[in-house]
């Protein structure tokens, strides 16, 4: 199981919301290439990246995301303002591996399948009990997760984080997220509410059956857990070994 070290920016900083409110956060750096550096040194295979302003429609912070893309050691995802072929195709170049799409997926689910012709799409499900939202979180869409996991055959991931959960650390939904691995075959990363590595353990032993086949998450993104000092990405990747 992969961990996705995570981070957010917002005006070049490195961020954390509390439940995706822009008027809740924590400036946790001002230096994300760094930051993304000592995650490299502790053995992240993954970083996993959100522009919180591009996300928001409020400027970006694309340049530091190809900054962070251009560091040895580990593939970048990012999402956040991904809503067209060329958003993807710009990223792409600059050396990210895989990009996030949350609201433009949700509007038009088959630029999925386009933008998976020029990169490696996962597909954001951010959710207010079970509701997924757009806009940077701020509007519901009445498009559930069950019938998310359906619309997109094309993604190399689903991402679904509980929006009541995320920078909280309250603990990750284990129950919600074992019945959405028994819905999907693509791999979905957990994403919200992890505050120490019993949660990280817990998100490991998730197995069910299908068929012949086991099925267990296939990564987790934290954020919070170690900004705060809980644990560190050397601990968690051990964590998270079977």
Do not use: C
Request: hydrophobic letters at 45%; charged letters at 25%.
């Amino acid at each position: 199981m992969l961990l996705f070290p995570a981070i957010d920016l917002r005006g070049g900083k490195v961020v954390r919301l509390e439940q995706g409110d822009f008027a809740r956060e924590t400036n946790y750096s001002d230096d994300a290439l760094a930051i993304a550096r000592s995650f490299v040194d502790e053995g992240a295979e993954w970083i996993h990246v959100v522009d919180l302003d591009a996300a928001a429609g409020r400027g970006n912070n694309r340049a530091v995301v190809e900054q962070i893309a251009g560091l040895s050691g580990a593939r970048v995802q990012t999402g956040g303002g991904v809503r067209s072929v060329d958003d993807a195709q710009r990223l792409a170049d600059a050396g990210v591996a895989r990009v996030v799409m949350g609201s433009a997926a949700v509007r038009d689910p088959q630029l999925v399948d386009v933008v998976a012709k020029v990169i490696d799409v996962a597909v954001g499900l951010d959710h207010r009990n079970g509701e997924v939202a757009t806009d940077g979180w701020l509007r519901g869409s009445s498009l559930t997760l069950q019938v998310a996991l359906g619309q997109y055959p094309s993604a190399a991931a689903f991402i679904v984080t509980d929006i009541s959960r995320d920078g909280m650390l309250a603990g990750p939904d284990i129950d919600g997220l074992r019945e959405l691995v028994t819905v999907t075959a693509i791999p979905v990363i957990a994403s919200g509410g992890v505050a120490d590595l019993s949660d990280l353990r817990e998100l490991r032993d998730v197995r069910v059956a299908a068929g012949e086949t086991v099925r267990g998450l296939a990564g987790v993104i934290v954020g919070k857990a170690i900004y705060e000092g809980r644990f560190g990405v050397r601990d968690a990747n051990r964590a998270l070994q079977r």
